[in-house]
């Protein structure tokens, strides 16, 4: 851990330094200093209470005593700058480091008062990457939060209706992406979790791996189910993704599912303490080559495996590492990442399978536990 002088103003609902610094969710942003090795949290008294719980690593610091001090001396309008630099003052600091997602206006603001403020290049809490055996427990509580979401989705698909036409009947009505998502999110959210954007998509919908998918589900057609829902209570996140088909499968579907499983378990065997991400991406995708799997444009549109194989996990969907063509990382023991390879041609649908994993210096973990079957 580096000892520089840290400053965060943020809530700790949307901003993970935030939360990863404070540890607890805070929906109103407040102050956070980390000065001479010591965490400082300053917060209005709404908080302070909740603080004495969830954060008994920092030093409390309320918000009204400073207000107070500033109007006694005389300053009529007082704000998180004028407070900051009164606390750096007290300590005899004159300069700051911030992430590089600091408010610009409160940078300006914070120079103005004769306070030097420096954006940090990189991961602001570098250590964040390496989870800790408390921080994998919560990442496997919200991917049991996933697995009852698409359990319940499942379970709708089984139980619904194929009419003439092939579209799928759910209690007598159309089943749509739409309906199919609320069941989905519904599940997520009394298992304790927030699911935004979750998808689910069939037919040519199916090959934009991030279009969240809209109108009639049918038979004998892939569909994709990705959620990552993040846990209420610990705001960590998980990801998950299963492709399955109402009915039969065409024999095009299968072979698709077939190498993407088999492309999963590759890459998850490359997970190890030190192996570079982008010979796990490589791997994939030279296993998807040899089996005769084009990628490219076709008809105006890609088509075959073109998106990364994974990436990093925790308090933000996407973190490091990245397992992606262009990345340069180095897998570290204790980094929970995603597998998720995929394949999508128009004509046949689009297959992806997504698993969460613990890297370890030996054998990978795979923290996720739901089964894979194509069809229900």
């Known amino acids: 851990m580096t000892r520089e002088n840290l400053l965060i103003v943020a809530d700790s609902e949307r901003d993970a330094?935030?939360?990863?610094?404070?540890?607890?969710?805070?929906?109103?942003?407040?102050?956070?200093?980390?000065?001479?090795?010591?965490?400082?949290?300053?917060?209005?008294?709404?908080?302070?209470?909740?603080?004495?719980?969830?954060?008994?690593?920092?030093r409390l610091i309320r918000l009204s005593t400073y207000l107070r001090k500033l109007k006694r001396e005389g300053f009529q309008t007082t704000d998180f700058a004028r407070v900051i630099s009164t606390i750096l003052r007290e300590r005899r600091l004159k300069k700051i480091v911030v992430p590089g997602n600091f408010p610009l206006a409160l940078a300006r603001e914070l120079r103005a008062l004769k306070i030097k403020v420096k954006a940090k290049d990189g991961s602001f809490f570098a250590e964040r990457e390496i989870k800790t055996s408390e921080d994998v427990k919560k990442i496997s509580a919200a991917l049991i939060m996933a697995e009852v979401g698409v359990s319940e989705g499942i379970q709708a698909l089984k139980n619904a209706k194929i009419g003439r036409d092939g579209r799928l009947f759910y209690h007598h009505v159309p089943l749509t992406s739409e309906k199919l998502r609320s069941i989905i999110e519904i599940a997520i959210i009394q298992a304790g979790g927030r699911a935004n954007h979750t998808i689910v998509a069939t037919g040519h919908q199916s090959c934009d791996p991030h279009e969240h998918g809209s109108g009639p589900l049918r038979a004998n057609q892939p569909i994709i189910l990705d959620v990552f829902p993040r846990s209420q209570k610990t705001g960590y996140f998980a990801d998950m993704s299963r492709t399955v088909v109402k009915g039969r499968a065409s024999e095009a579907a299968r072979r698709l599912y077939a190498a993407v499983a088999r492309a999963q378990d590759l890459a998850l065997a490359q997970l190890r303490d030190g192996s570079?991400?982008?010979?796990?991406?490589?791997?994939?995708?030279?296993?998807?080559?040899?089996?005769?799997?084009?990628?490219?444009?076709?008809?105006?549109?890609?088509e075959g495996f073109?998106?990364?194989?994974?990436?990093?996990?925790?308090?933000?969907?996407?973190?490091?590492?990245?397992?992606?063509?262009?990345?340069?990382?180095?897998?570290?023991a204790g980094q929970v990442v995603t597998v998720e390879p995929g394949l999508y041609y128009p004509g046949v649908g689009g297959i992806r399978l997504e698993d969460v994993a613990l890297v370890t210096t030996n054998a990978p973990k795979n923290l996720t536990k739901f089964e894979k079957t194509l069809e229900v």
């Open 276 to 302: 570079p991400t982008l010979q796990v991406h490589r791997t994939v995708e030279q296993f998807f080559k040899k089996e005769g799997f084009r990628t490219g444009r076709r008809n105006g549109r890609m």
């Open 306 to 332: 073109f998106h990364g194989t994974g990436h990093g996990l925790g308090l933000e969907i996407h973190e490091p590492p990245r397992i992606n063509p262009t990345s340069k990382d180095f897998l570290r």
């Open 17 to 58: 330094n935030m939360l990863y610094a404070a540890g607890f969710l805070v929906p109103d942003p407040f102050i956070y200093l980390r000065i001479r090795g010591k965490p400082h949290l300053v917060l209005n008294d709404l908080e302070i209470d909740r603080a004495r719980r969830s954060s008994r690593h920092c």
